[in-house]
């Protein structure tokens, strides 16, 4: 496959053609949960394709498929066996080609996980490492001597504990950012980074149009792995995300893969500042195309609490990763994903009497940004967080894990009030399809329950209602699509302080109005715009006032006086 011209760089770095995913809406898929089709409670490949017709019509041009490898689901799915295999659970490789095909068939795209800054510890590779200190294999992973009885330094793992941990049989300890059983690869191998580059091209040569790169700073590690001090050791992220090599191994991928095909490539960029995120992207470097930024999702959470937000700090959030994007990057726009809670119960209202309300209005903050928006399964109909009574409901080992570091110093009512608002797996239970038993999702008992309130959330009941937030979210992003000024048209924040209105300028023709709470607001707008009347959306509009009912939102069409 070879790359489209139209997407081709010049040698100075200047676009010569707008790429596509520019233009793109992605649909996140977290495979486990979405639908099941032969009733073990486990979501398939083959649900996805039978529900693509119901994708086609919501409007997306592109699927993000989270890991569909073979794995033994440690962190379900994020640890790695074998990077060419589909896990048994999700069906087989005919299936994936199938569903590629079908996606294929209707216009829509599909981008994969890359996850390579760790594989499982029951890949192949890590399993020759472990043999013996002199095992070919033993470089493709990260092995020290422990220092003082104990490990090599003071890491600590995202899941808990220690980053380290000792392998009986050689005497050393390999590292790993996140779960045992994740232990990180050594990008200072070059045989590493042409098993990573070898496996991009089986899945680019299959037809996928791109990746979503896992943690992809985390690759390029500290020289000497020195300890971290008091206050690095408070977010180790930043430290674990600025290794000195990660521009020169992206940029050896761009040369040696990339470069080579039509991608869209999408980077975590988990630990990184806006303006170090802003390198990865900038379009003359030839790195990566996107970052996922968690400056916003995780702008109220400090370790494993969640603090408090108020819409002037989001406001100066976006308006920071636009500028920090620059005329040579591009955003995302995002507020949910697999990581993180509900964007409705995270960021809007999930009181049954205003989730519909909210979930518009947050649906239209991420649909009317500067950047590609991402939305996650089931955001689309404003599903919310789990009811979650005790921590033994949750799956997720993030939640135990940190359970066990603290729970010698705080309370487990405590705990438990923020992980339900803040834990993964509120975004992983499974998709809610129909009032019926476990909201249409399976036949047999789920892996994850589903919600409750399934019965009054369901996409079956929604595509009935010309007035639900799934009818509402299809026809904003068809608006999007028909709107140069949304696609490709400046941001500017006309109105930063306001404590409950989201006011911006998409362009020179648009005005995004968003109303962040219940109480109705009648917002006075400046003398400078000329209201031409609502472009998508209805409004009371009595001269330059606004009148904006709690939790709605209205796009204007306006112009400059």
Excluded: C
């Excluded at 294999?137 to 422990?146: L, P, S, T, V």
């Excluded at 999007?480 to 302080?497: A, C, K, N, T, V």
């Excluded at 362009?507 to 968003?514: I, K, T």
Aim: overall charge negative.
């Amino acid at each position: 496959m070879s790359a489209d011209p139209a997407s081709a760089e010049t040698p100075a770095g200047a676009p010569a053609g707008r790429p596509w995913w520019k233009d793109a809406v992605v649909y996140q898929i977290y495979p486990r949960s979405f639908l099941d089709t032969n009733g073990d409670g486990v979501g398939d490949l083959p649900g996805i394709t039978a529900k693509l017709d119901y994708l086609k019509a919501l409007g997306v041009d592109v699927v993000w498929l989270s890991p569909h490898f073979d794995s033994p689901n440690a962190d379900n799915g994020y640890d790695i066996r074998d990077y060419r295999k589909v896990m048994a659970q999700f069906g087989t490789m005919a299936d994936f080609d199938a569903m590629l095909a079908g996606m294929t068939a209707r216009g829509i795209r599909l981008i994969i996980d890359l996850v390579v800054n760790h594989s499982s510890d029951e890949h192949a590779w890590f399993v020759e490492s472990r043999k013996s200190r002199d095992n070919p294999y033993r470089d493709y992973y990260i092995w020290r001597d422990g220092k003082d009885g104990g490990p090599p330094n003071n890491y600590h793992a995202f899941f808990g504990g220690p980053a380290w941990t000792l392998d009986e049989g050689s005497g050393q300890y390999y590292l790993h950012y996140f779960a045992a059983k994740q232990p990180d690869l050594n990008w200072e191998n070059p045989k590493v980074r042409e098993e990573v580059h070898d496996l991009m091209r089986f899945w680019l040569d299959k037809g996928v149009s791109g990746f979503r790169m896992d943690v992809i700073p985390f690759i390029s590690k500290q020289p000497g792995l020195p300890d971290l001090t008091a206050e690095e050791r408070r977010a180790p992220q930043f430290v674990y995300a600025a290794g000195p090599k990660l521009h020169d191994y992206l940029r050896e991928m761009r040369q040696e893969v990339l470069g080579r095909y039509d991608t869209m490539t999408v980077g975590e960029a988990f630990g990184l500042r806006p303006d170090q995120a802003r390198d990865m992207i900038d379009s003359r470097r030839r790195e990566l195309d996107l970052v996922i930024n968690f400056d916003i999702v995780r702008m109220d959470i400090d370790g494993w609490r969640k603090t408090t937000w108020a819409l002037p700090r989001l406001k100066a959030l976006y308006t920071q990763l636009d500028q920090a994007a620059g005329p040579f990057g591009w955003n995302t726009a995002f507020l949910s994903n697999h990581d993180n809670p509900r964007s409705v119960s995270h960021f809007g209202d999930d009181d049954p009497g205003w989730v519909e309300r909210s979930a518009k209005t947050v649906n239209t903050l991420i649909l009317t940004q500067r950047g590609t928006p991402f939305l996650y399964q089931g955001e689309e109909l404003g599903m919310t967080n789990y009811p979650f009574q005790t921590l033994d409901d949750f799956d997720d080992l993030e939640v135990a894990g940190r359970w066990r570091d603290v729970k010698h110093r705080v309370s487990e009512e405590e705990y438990l009030t923020n992980a339900r608002a803040m834990g993964r797996d509120n975004a992983r239970t499974p998709m809610q399809w129909t009032d019926g038993p476990n909201g249409g999702f399976t036949t047999g008992k789920p892996w994850l329950p589903v919600n409750p309130n399934a019965a009054a959330i369901n996409a079956q009941e929604q595509a009935k209602r010309p007035d639900s937030v799934l009818a509402h979210t299809r026809a904003l992003i068809a608006f999007r699509r028909g709107s140069i000024d949304l696609r490709e048209g400046d941001y500017r924040d006309i109105d930063p302080d306001h404590d409950q209105v989201f006011a911006y300028r998409r362009g020179e023709g648009l005005l995004v109005l968003l109303n962040f709470g219940r109480e109705t607001v009648r917002y006075a707008l400046p003398d400078s715009l000329v209201i031409e009347g609502p472009a998508f959306g209805t409004a009371e509009i009595d001269g330059q006032t606004v009148t904006l009912a709690g939790w709605t939102s209205v796009i204007l069409a306006v112009r400059d006086t």
